[in-house]
């Protein structure tokens, strides 16, 4: 299998606060590893999509203000393209702030609107506090279960709609709102969550589902990915589930 996986980095000189481009080194070593390749194309303010172009979307966490901005844009830009592109079999990685501009969209505390794509059946609302802290929850995807973990940090309160399903049930800490104990979302091959810290470092079980959607998309059909040594991966995983499981000070 020499092809390359096409992956389209979203806004990396907005949104990209949460280690967000640790997670596509993630992706290409776990490529590299088996003897493929990430071919990454970054699109920024102003600059139009190609449905069918790529493989796999990334849209990671920025700021408010260029969230803001990033809002305007993606729809004006890039919406109906990416829309197009999931409905066609791409994959998608929506983290924290772009899980919430994957939705419908985000109102502020003071009314203010940032407009979404609609790629997941969800909107967000901002609370009164930040929802901080380690967090593990228990997620299924394709069939399968596994505990995933990460740092959440936002004030969103995003409720799902009937079109989309989380990502996984909270075990340790708030997720979507504090309050249904429901975390992410997912829509065919769409995911969004607000775990980050980076995320896939700690998951090498998500990062290779996602690499699996986006070969699949490339190639017409699910590939077997041969396993890996994933010793130190899931030495950090439990590392950052202990910590999560301790109690607040």
């Known amino acids: 299998m020499t092809a390359a996986l096409r992956l389209c980095h979203l806004y990396p000189g907005q949104m990209n606060i949460y280690a967000d481009r640790g997670n596509i080194a993630v992706l290409a070593r776990r490529l590299e590893w088996r003897g493929m390749r990430l071919e990454v194309t970054e699109a920024g303010l102003g600059e139009r999509i190609e449905p069918g172009a790529h493989d796999l979307y990334y849209l990671g966490g920025g700021q408010d203000r260029d969230q803001h901005v990033v809002a305007e844009d993606l729809v004006a830009t890039k919406g109906e393209a990416l829309r197009e592109a999931v409905a066609g079999g791409a994959a998608a990685l929506c983290v924290c702030g772009g899980f919430q501009l994957a939705g419908h969209g985000y109102t502020g505390t003071d009314g203010s609107r940032m407009p979404g794509i609609g790629i997941l059946d969800l909107d967000t609302v901002a609370g009164p506090t930040r929802l901080i802290g380690n967090l593990v929850i228990e997620a299924e995807l394709g069939g399968e279960r596994r505990r995933v ?12 709609g009937p079109g989309c399903r989380p990502l996984g049930r909270v075990v ?8 249904d104990g429901l975390e992410g979302g997912v829509a065919g091959r769409v995911v969004g969550t607000y775990l980050h810290g980076p995320l896939l470092p700690k998951n090498p079980w998500l990062a290779d589902r996602l690499i699996a959607w986006a070969l699949a998309h490339r190639l017409g059909e699910p590939p077997e990915l041969a396993s890996l040594d994933d010793a130190l991966e899931e030495a950090a995983h439990a590392v950052a589930a202990a910590r999560a499981a301790r109690p607040a000070r």
């Not at 740092?151 to 409720?159: D, I, K, L, P, S």
């Not at 340790?172 to 309050?179: A, D, F, K, Q």
């Open 172 to 179: 340790h800490g708030h997720g979507n709102n504090g309050e």
């Open 149 to 160: 973990v990460g740092f959440e940090n936002h004030a969103g309160r995003t409720r799902l």
